[in-house]
């Protein structure tokens, strides 16, 4: 009988086939889970050689698969390049101190960079900001911020020079922001509009990339997360893979400690010779292009998400769809087609039936390929959809942490009636979805633990309840099944991950609490103690 390498053991495994833990453990031979079970039954497969770890009451569960966020862009993020603290900002006035200070702090960065500031924390009636706050303090750089939800662009006029925006320019959805002169203001709203400020904003030197993505891997062990996503930020198809290039390096060297799930742009003329080289160039366990990622609308902050009926507080708009239903419908069938599940960014609730439809033209002709097709973030929905993500099979790719993040502020934008119906995790679950959790990082913090109270509480760390839906949450069990078996469905890979079963990989974390026995409040501090990616430790506290 062969031996196991690693063995861990404890009074509380949750292996994700049922709602309640036991006692015992794993045993991993090579990069695979040989054994799991009782304490009996693993010890057979202890050697004089086997690494074995014990530890007592704490929780022995899948690693995390983050199934939405935008993990280069992330990588920045995390670095000494990026403010962060624009977050805490109060007033367009705050945001530019901040940005003056992080300046003088700073004179060798060319760019300056940050994010986090968002109108809805600032006073109800303040004005959107203007690039002249950003001109008063840094005159000579361009500086970028966006937006706490990554649906804005704030650029000072070095920036907008840099991008070659001018008062001219259209975009076929999203808006260059002027005021009533016709003058820029700095504002790029969307993900078109914004597009040439994404491709400045975080540039650096390869080298430098490089390090941060080492750095970033190591962030990422730390919290547990085994798996996690790429999910493009452009409409288009990017022409530079820079990123994916050295992530393959990193394999290469041995320095690649997370899966890695790269979902390009299904782009805007249909060819997807190219999606299909790089398919074929990123196929590996670790490093592979999983599926494709387009955007359907935007988000109620700024009224883009489209909504089936008027916003609540702007009847005069309804938000709009960034393309038509025929380009959609026609773009997921091809890709569908040629394999690649397509997942699809819809915040309001006719942007989430436009994708449901387009999801189901597809299913009629590919209805013999098992595609996994998602809806990213689904923050309202009306009822009679609800029950067409089983129907359909397709996803629900849902990002906790978001109701927290927004305060009510769908209830001011939509009303509460329609808010029945934001962030349905329980009637999702209970009409046969399947939830996949991410956290949008960096939208939200890569931290799973603050994303996991959040599904179970809909509260704030401090207790206040948001929403008007508290019926919606969900069971610690549900939240850690979406962080694993549903985040690896997502992916395409439950066959593989998401559960602690024999023959899957070995990708396994280890808390320092079992989250079934503490309090609500505990789940935010838990940390992890161990994380086993591939069947090597890339993690120990």
């Not at 650096?204 to 993505?213: A, D, G, N």
């Not at 999910?231 to 994916?244: C, D, G, H, Q, R």
Request: proline share 4%.
């Amino acid at each position: 009988m062969i031996k196991a390498d690693l063995v861990i053991k404890s009074n509380a495994v949750f292996s994700g086939l049922t709602n309640s833990v036991f006692k015992g453990g794993i045993a991993i031979s090579g990069n695979k889970i040989a054994a799991v079970g009782s304490d009996m039954k693993i010890d057979e497969w202890i050697s004089a050689d086997t690494k074995v770890y014990e530890y007592g009451d704490a929780l022995i569960m899948p690693g995390f698969v983050d199934a939405h966020m935008h993990f280069f862009t992330g990588a920045f993020v995390s670095s000494k390049y990026m403010l962060m603290n624009l977050f805490k900002a109060h007033s367009e006035q705050e945001c530019a101190e901040m940005v003056e200070i992080f300046a003088k702090e700073h004179p060798e960065y060319s760019t300056i960079t940050g994010m986090g500031w968002f109108p809805a924390y600032w006073g109800k009636n303040d004005p959107l900001p203007h690039k002249a706050s950003l001109d008063a303090v840094v005159p000579d750089r361009p500086v970028y911020l966006l937006s706490a939800d990554c649906h804005t662009f704030w650029l000072n006029s070095k920036a907008l020079e840099e991008c070659n925006i001018t008062k001219e320019m259209q975009v076929s959805f999203g808006e260059i922001g002027k005021d009533e002169k016709g003058e820029l203001t700095g504002l790029l709203f969307e993900i078109e509009a914004s597009a040439p400020a994404n491709e400045n904003a975080f540039n650096l030197p390869e080298h430098e990339m490089k390090t941060l993505q080492e750095s970033f891997y190591k962030k990422i062990a730390a919290c547990g997360i085994t798996s996690a996503t790429n999910m493009s930020a452009s409409p288009v198809l990017e022409t530079n893979f820079k990123e994916y290039e050295m992530a393959a390096e990193l394999e290469k060297e041995g320095n690649l400690t997370v899966r890695l799930h790269l979902y390009p742009s299904l782009g805007l003329d249909a060819d997807l010779d190219r999606i299909k080289a790089l398919r074929r160039q990123y196929s590996s366990d670790k490093l592979r292009v999983s599926g494709l990622k387009h955007f359907v609308d935007g988000v109620t902050s700024t009224y883009t998400a489209y909504l089936l009926e008027p916003y609540a507080d702007k009847p005069e708009t309804s938000g709009f769809s960034n393309y038509t239903s025929e380009f959609y419908k026609k773009s997921i069938m091809n890709a569908n087609k040629e394999g690649f599940g397509v997942r699809l960014h819809a915040i309001g609730d006719a942007a989430v039936r436009l994708a449901l439809d387009s999801y189901e033209e597809s299913n009629k002709t590919n209805n013999n390929r098992m595609i996994k097709n998602c809806i990213e973030h689904i923050e309202s929905i009306h009822p009679d959809d609800i029950p067409r993500f089983s129907k359909l099979g397709v996803i629900a790719s849902m990002q906790p942490m978001h109701l927290i993040l927004e305060v009510d502020e769908k209830v001011t934008r939509i009303g509460k009636e329609r808010c029945r119906y934001e962030w349905p995790f329980k009637t999702l679950i209970n009409n046969g979805a399947i939830l996949a959790f991410g956290t949008d990082y960096p939208v939200a913090d890569i931290n799973p633990f603050p994303n996991i109270y959040s599904a179970v509480t809909r509260s704030t760390e401090e207790g206040q309840q948001i929403g008007v839906n508290p019926q919606e949450k969900i069971s610690v069990a549900e939240a850690l099944r979406a962080y694993t078996f549903g985040g690896a469905c997502s992916i395409n890979r439950e066959d593989e991950l998401g559960t602690l079963e024999e023959g899957k990989l070995a990708d396994i974390i280890v808390l320092d609490k079992n989250l079934f026995e503490v309090s609500n409040e505990d789940i935010i501090e838990t940390k992890v103690k161990l994380t086993i990616m591939d069947g090597k430790v890339v993690f120990e506290r």
